[in-house]
Protein backbone atom coordinates (compact mmCIF):
# COMPACT_ATOMS: atom_id res chain seq x y z
CA UNK A 1 0.00 0.00 0.00
CA UNK A 2 1.50 3.33 -0.91
CA UNK A 3 1.16 5.90 1.89
CA UNK A 4 0.60 9.69 1.13
CA UNK A 5 2.11 12.27 3.65
CA UNK A 6 0.90 15.57 3.09
CA UNK A 7 2.60 18.70 4.44
CA UNK A 8 2.27 21.27 6.00
CA UNK A 9 -0.64 19.93 8.51
CA UNK A 10 -1.73 23.51 8.49
CA UNK A 11 -0.97 26.41 6.55
CA UNK A 12 -1.76 29.84 7.34
CA UNK A 13 -1.84 32.75 4.77
CA UNK A 14 -3.72 35.84 3.65
CA UNK A 15 -6.00 36.61 1.04
CA UNK A 16 -3.53 37.21 -2.47
CA UNK A 17 -0.68 34.91 -1.09
CA UNK A 18 0.57 32.09 -2.70
CA UNK A 19 0.02 28.20 -1.53
CA UNK A 20 1.95 25.33 -2.34
CA UNK A 21 1.54 22.09 -0.64
CA UNK A 22 3.11 19.03 -0.91
CA UNK A 23 2.47 15.01 -1.07
CA UNK A 24 4.98 12.42 -0.61
CA UNK A 25 4.36 9.10 -1.53
CA UNK A 26 6.13 5.87 0.29
CA UNK A 27 6.98 4.64 -3.38
CA UNK A 28 6.63 5.80 -6.73
CA UNK A 29 3.02 6.51 -8.04
CA UNK A 30 2.57 4.74 -11.48
CA UNK A 31 2.13 7.06 -14.10
CA UNK A 32 2.04 10.09 -11.68
CA UNK A 33 -1.26 9.10 -11.09
CA UNK A 34 -2.10 11.33 -8.75
CA UNK A 35 -5.68 13.37 -8.32
CA UNK A 36 -5.99 16.51 -5.63
CA UNK A 37 -9.17 17.04 -4.11
CA UNK A 38 -10.77 20.48 -2.32
CA UNK A 39 -12.89 19.60 1.04
CA UNK A 40 -15.09 22.53 2.60
CA UNK A 41 -17.07 21.89 5.72
CA UNK A 42 -19.96 19.93 5.69
CA UNK A 43 -19.44 19.43 2.13
CA UNK A 44 -17.93 16.41 0.24
CA UNK A 45 -14.72 16.42 -1.76
CA UNK A 46 -14.49 18.21 -5.04
CA UNK A 47 -11.69 17.28 -8.12
CA UNK A 48 -9.62 19.53 -8.74
CA UNK A 49 -6.40 18.11 -10.80
CA UNK A 50 -6.25 14.81 -12.01
CA UNK A 51 -3.02 12.58 -13.50
CA UNK A 52 -0.73 14.95 -11.44
CA UNK A 53 -1.11 18.38 -13.35
CA UNK A 54 -4.16 18.37 -15.33
CA UNK A 55 -6.97 20.83 -14.02
CA UNK A 56 -10.39 19.53 -13.89
CA UNK A 57 -13.47 20.68 -15.33
CA UNK A 58 -14.04 24.74 -14.46
CA UNK A 59 -11.41 24.85 -11.96
CA UNK A 60 -9.72 27.97 -12.31
CA UNK A 61 -6.19 28.52 -13.39
CA UNK A 62 -4.96 29.95 -10.20
CA UNK A 63 -4.58 26.21 -9.75
CA UNK A 64 -1.66 24.06 -10.93
CA UNK A 65 -0.46 20.36 -10.23
CA UNK A 66 3.22 19.18 -10.19
CA UNK A 67 5.59 16.05 -9.43
CA UNK A 68 6.11 12.50 -10.42
CA UNK A 69 7.56 9.79 -8.85
CA UNK A 70 7.21 10.21 -4.96
CA UNK A 71 7.04 13.53 -4.90
CA UNK A 72 4.14 15.74 -5.69
CA UNK A 73 2.39 19.44 -5.53
CA UNK A 74 -0.29 21.27 -5.12
CA UNK A 75 0.12 25.04 -5.74
CA UNK A 76 -2.69 27.74 -5.39
CA UNK A 77 -1.72 30.87 -7.46
CA UNK A 78 -3.51 33.95 -5.48
CA UNK A 79 -5.28 32.74 -2.63
CA UNK A 80 -9.22 33.64 -3.35
CA UNK A 81 -11.82 33.73 -0.14
CA UNK A 82 -13.01 30.37 -1.85
CA UNK A 83 -9.80 28.58 -1.25
CA UNK A 84 -9.73 28.31 2.46
CA UNK A 85 -10.44 25.01 2.97
CA UNK A 86 -8.84 20.92 3.48
CA UNK A 87 -7.14 19.73 0.19
CA UNK A 88 -6.28 15.83 -0.16
CA UNK A 89 -3.98 14.12 -2.70
CA UNK A 90 -4.95 11.08 -4.14
CA UNK A 91 -2.98 8.26 -5.72
CA UNK A 92 -4.81 5.78 -7.87
CA UNK A 93 -1.62 4.45 -9.51
CA UNK A 94 -2.27 0.96 -7.90
CA UNK A 95 -4.76 -0.28 -5.17
CA UNK A 96 -5.62 -0.34 -2.74
CA UNK A 97 -6.30 3.65 -3.35
CA UNK A 98 -4.79 5.95 -0.84
CA UNK A 99 -5.21 9.75 0.31
CA UNK A 100 -3.10 11.93 2.40
CA UNK A 101 -3.85 13.02 5.65
CA UNK A 102 -4.72 16.42 4.49
CA UNK A 103 -3.38 20.05 4.64
CA UNK A 104 -5.62 22.59 5.95
CA UNK A 105 -5.23 26.58 4.47
CA UNK A 106 -6.50 28.89 6.43
CA UNK A 107 -6.77 32.80 7.17
CA UNK A 108 -4.18 34.00 8.82
CA UNK B 1 -25.68 17.57 -14.14
CA UNK B 2 -24.41 14.43 -12.46
CA UNK B 3 -25.82 13.80 -9.51
CA UNK B 4 -24.78 10.84 -6.48
CA UNK B 5 -27.41 10.97 -3.32
CA UNK B 6 -26.53 8.77 -0.60
CA UNK B 7 -29.10 7.29 1.66
CA UNK B 8 -29.66 4.90 4.32
CA UNK B 9 -27.59 5.90 7.27
CA UNK B 10 -28.41 5.69 11.13
CA UNK B 11 -27.24 5.09 14.17
CA UNK B 12 -26.73 0.97 14.67
CA UNK B 13 -25.15 -1.10 17.23
CA UNK B 14 -21.75 -2.91 17.12
CA UNK B 15 -22.26 -6.10 15.97
CA UNK B 16 -25.38 -4.71 13.89
CA UNK B 17 -26.23 -4.33 9.40
CA UNK B 18 -27.06 -1.82 8.04
CA UNK B 19 -27.42 -1.17 4.01
CA UNK B 20 -26.22 2.18 1.96
CA UNK B 21 -27.86 3.29 -0.96
CA UNK B 22 -26.78 5.98 -3.96
CA UNK B 23 -28.94 6.85 -6.80
CA UNK B 24 -27.27 8.29 -9.58
CA UNK B 25 -28.76 10.69 -12.19
CA UNK B 26 -27.37 12.96 -15.19
CA UNK B 27 -25.40 10.59 -16.62
CA UNK B 28 -25.16 7.11 -18.29
CA UNK B 29 -25.03 4.87 -14.71
CA UNK B 30 -24.69 1.39 -16.60
CA UNK B 31 -21.66 2.77 -18.06
CA UNK B 32 -19.10 3.71 -15.04
CA UNK B 33 -17.29 2.15 -12.01
CA UNK B 34 -18.73 3.63 -8.92
CA UNK B 35 -16.61 3.44 -5.66
CA UNK B 36 -17.38 4.22 -2.39
CA UNK B 37 -15.23 5.84 0.39
CA UNK B 38 -15.85 7.16 3.80
CA UNK B 39 -14.84 10.08 6.13
CA UNK B 40 -14.24 9.20 10.12
CA UNK B 41 -15.25 12.49 12.09
CA UNK B 42 -12.93 14.85 11.86
CA UNK B 43 -10.53 12.54 9.59
CA UNK B 44 -9.51 12.19 6.07
CA UNK B 45 -10.41 10.18 3.58
CA UNK B 46 -10.41 6.19 3.69
CA UNK B 47 -11.35 4.46 0.27
CA UNK B 48 -14.01 1.12 0.87
CA UNK B 49 -14.61 -0.79 -2.04
CA UNK B 50 -15.03 -0.13 -6.34
CA UNK B 51 -17.73 -1.78 -8.79
CA UNK B 52 -17.05 -1.98 -12.27
CA UNK B 53 -19.82 -0.98 -14.68
CA UNK B 54 -20.98 -4.53 -15.33
CA UNK B 55 -20.25 -5.50 -11.31
CA UNK B 56 -17.72 -8.23 -13.13
CA UNK B 57 -14.87 -6.65 -11.38
CA UNK B 58 -15.35 -5.40 -6.95
CA UNK B 59 -12.52 -4.79 -5.16
CA UNK B 60 -12.48 -4.01 -1.21
CA UNK B 61 -9.94 -2.55 1.70
CA UNK B 62 -8.42 -4.98 2.95
CA UNK B 63 -9.61 -4.21 6.40
CA UNK B 64 -13.24 -4.47 5.43
CA UNK B 65 -13.37 -7.57 2.89
CA UNK B 66 -15.90 -9.76 4.72
CA UNK B 67 -17.75 -7.48 6.23
CA UNK B 68 -18.99 -4.67 3.69
CA UNK B 69 -20.65 -6.06 0.33
CA UNK B 70 -20.43 -3.94 -2.70
CA UNK B 71 -23.64 -4.28 -5.59
CA UNK B 72 -25.83 -2.00 -8.02
CA UNK B 73 -28.86 -2.40 -10.24
CA UNK B 74 -27.75 -0.46 -13.26
CA UNK B 75 -31.94 -0.85 -14.22
CA UNK B 76 -32.45 1.43 -10.85
CA UNK B 77 -29.58 4.03 -11.37
CA UNK B 78 -28.46 2.52 -7.76
CA UNK B 79 -25.51 1.44 -5.90
CA UNK B 80 -25.47 -0.36 -3.05
CA UNK B 81 -23.19 -0.89 0.20
CA UNK B 82 -24.56 -3.67 3.02
CA UNK B 83 -22.09 -3.67 5.71
CA UNK B 84 -22.39 -6.32 8.22
CA UNK B 85 -20.41 -6.55 12.37
CA UNK B 86 -19.96 -3.45 12.06
CA UNK B 87 -17.85 -2.03 14.62
CA UNK B 88 -17.43 1.58 16.22
CA UNK B 89 -14.20 2.58 14.39
CA UNK B 90 -16.82 2.08 11.01
CA UNK B 91 -18.16 4.70 11.98
CA UNK B 92 -17.95 7.72 9.61
CA UNK B 93 -19.47 9.48 6.11
CA UNK B 94 -20.20 7.27 3.48
CA UNK B 95 -19.73 8.75 0.00
CA UNK B 96 -20.48 7.30 -3.86
CA UNK B 97 -18.15 8.75 -6.38
CA UNK B 98 -18.21 8.36 -10.35
CA UNK B 99 -14.71 6.91 -11.22
CA UNK B 100 -13.32 7.97 -14.38
CA UNK B 101 -12.84 5.17 -16.48
CA UNK B 102 -11.67 1.30 -14.33
CA UNK B 103 -10.48 1.23 -11.09
CA UNK B 104 -8.28 2.04 -10.34
CA UNK B 105 -8.75 5.86 -10.91
CA UNK B 106 -9.85 9.15 -9.78
CA UNK B 107 -13.51 10.20 -8.53
CA UNK B 108 -14.61 13.30 -10.91
CA UNK B 109 -18.22 13.45 -8.71
CA UNK B 110 -19.34 12.56 -5.14
CA UNK B 111 -22.28 12.44 -3.69
CA UNK B 112 -22.71 14.84 -0.32
CA UNK B 113 -22.77 11.50 1.89
CA UNK B 114 -24.57 9.84 4.30
CA UNK B 115 -23.57 9.20 7.96
CA UNK B 116 -23.10 5.92 9.52
CA UNK B 117 -23.21 5.84 13.72
CA UNK B 118 -22.22 2.41 15.11
CA UNK B 119 -22.64 3.14 19.00
CA UNK B 120 -24.25 1.32 21.67
Known amino acids: EIVLTQSPGTLSLSLGERATFSCRAS???????VAWYQQKPGQAPRLLIF???NRATGIPDRFSGSGSGTDFTLTIGRLEPEDFALYYC?????????FGGGTKVEIK | EVQLVESGGGLVKPGGSLRLSCAAS????????INWVRQAPGKGLEWVAS????????YYADSLRGRFTVSRDNAKNSLYLQMNSLRVEDTAIYYC?????????????WGQGTLVTVSS
Open chain 2, 97 to 109: ARVRGSYPNYFDS
Open chain 2, 26 to 33: GFIFSTYT
Open chain 2, 51 to 58: ISSSSANI
Open chain 1, 27 to 33: QSVSRGY
Open chain 1, 51 to 53: DAS
Open chain 1, 90 to 98: HQYGSSPLT
